[in-house]
């Protein structure tokens, strides 16, 4: 599909923003008033009269009074042309009953994984625990599989008449609303009990825009729909011969809760965060209405959606972005062990089946405890060079078990040549040798395209990842007090068995540029050398009480994480949905601002996810009380705005 001023824009020396507003063709499918006569639950709202209901109401579930009846589900469906969709839990294949399929029970237990189809099924969250762990895949499972926190209808969104039914049934029928985009989701925004879903994963039109102009930007854009992933936008990149800055995971969506959150990938320290890009939105917003949000119109919405949180202030449909030349990168590694590091079993070529890379096999090692942790806060204090020099550093600390750990990173670098590397590399490793650790500073091998045409989708596990982040600021590296201080609650968290993994870049307000200096991103992100996560893979089956004495203990070290970063914060998408002050930790001092937002375009509170901005006025009655889980009907607290 073309976008309707596209033969404007490749004959025009610069595009007008202005003037005009890009829309691709699915946009320009809406929904209009007179559709919505003779039917009332898909009319319009008005924001001027919207308001949160009373304390202690829930939103309709399946079986109440409120809950919508057979014939107004149908005559949604009508609207939608047949878009609704009613799915049932992919894993109820494996369950005696009326679902019951041996054979796609066995793709799913050892295939479905190395395959697109977890991202391409309508309900699938990537981490199950946030639905309750209801309906899980196994070969000879034990009770029965439920919808749990799994959302009742799903309405296959291809245009914006579809997101705008989907959006006034749920505000007019007092129903919980989610939006779903890829299921890359660690926090439960993705899923929720009795909940009607707004899927935008098939909307992937793009148009590479070869001038465009908005207030201080002129020059190359791209403009592209929300269910476009990184892999795909690759291909576009490499069609065009053009970079965009994009997730590092091929399968995350490049504009949903990736975007919406900040989204760090390999350009963070050229070009900044994902959402410092966005040149122009286009939104469907709580009341049902089509609006554009760029740095001209409706000013206070496009500063939100850049970085304020997904899921918050509309549906983004399609975003226009900056758009840079091709370029390459290249990548020097680095691992190193204490002890001998565990061969993987029965000849595999990974130990683990989970969402947390395995680390080399063959290592560099030393067996002294005191040398290794000396050689690994050696390798994470050179990260600020790294990053000082457009690069990204990202990696992990693997713990074995028997005092035995694996430091696993690579520095990749746009646009350097594979000596600049070397160089830019070479002081650590005089660092190294001056500690008694005799590493050499490897080859580093030619650089290979950023982007590239040709490429496919990979295959994405179902695994129980838990996040726990912070943002390091970068002052922690520039006091040799203040760094050892740091690198110990790092070492006490990885010794208590927390697989620690890191992102160093510096997306500051002078690599953001215009606009993106000025958005609602974590204030924390601009002074910012490190993000790192405290991962683990939570075991399926726990009760409450064992979810949260895990989460006991994990917060402790938590706490050490938090002491050494005092007044930073944590990224949303790779943060703990039950992290404390989350207000705080994931908007820092934007929250208010937010907030204020959120009540002018939202009034009834109809978008809703954990820790976005306004949630506190909402919570969940999990079923069994498990900590942090959709499976339950969402309830107003007595929280007001």
Known sequence: MHSNVFSLVVTAAALSHAAWSLTFNFEDTQLTKEETRGFSAIEFGDTQSGQLPPSGSCRAFPGTSEWPSDGEWKELNDTLNGALLKPIPVAAACYKGPHYNAARCDFLLNNASSTHFYLDDPLTSLVPWTEGGTCMAELNPTGNCTQGGFPVYVVNATTAKHVQAAVNFARNKKLRLVIKNTGHDFG???????????????????EFLPNYTVGEYTGMAAHYGCGVESWELSNHMGDHNISIVAPGGTTVGANGGWFGAGGHGLLTSTYGLGSDQALSLNVITADGKFVVADPETNTDLFWALRGGGPGTYGVVLSVVVKAYPSTTLATSTFAFTLGIQPQPPDGATTWNNSAIPSPPIFTFSVNDTELFWAGASAYYRHGTHIVDNGGLGYGYIYPFGNNIFTVSSSALFPGKTPQEVFEIMQPLYDKLNQLGINMTNPPVPPAFPYASSGRTPGGEPIVNTRYRSRLFPRKNWEYDALWARTFDAIRTSVEAGYTFHNLQYGPTPEIAGWPGRDSAVNPAWRITAMHAAMMEVQPVGLTASEAMAR???????????????????????????????????????????????????????????????????????PVGGYPGSQNGMLCRTGTRW
């Not at 993705?190 to 039109?205: D, M, P, Q, R």
């Not at 994990?554 to 943060?575: C, F, H, I, K, P």
């Not at 994931?586 to 809703?608: E, M, S, T, V």
């Open 188 to 206: 439960g925004r993705s899923v929720g009990a009795g909940s009607l879903s707004i899927w935008t994963h098939n909307i992937k039109e793009f």
């Open 551 to 621: 989460d006991a203990r994990v917060g402790q070290y938590m706490d050490l994480w938090r002491a050494a970063t005092n007044g930073s914060g944590a990224y949303m998408n790779e943060g703990d949905p039950e992290e404390p002050n989350w207000q705080q930790a994931f908007f820092g001092d934007n929250y208010a601002r937010l907030l204020r937002i959120k009540r002018k375009w939202d009034p009834w509170g109809l978008f809703w996810a954990a820790t976005t901005v306004g949630s506190e006025a909402w919570e969940v009655h």
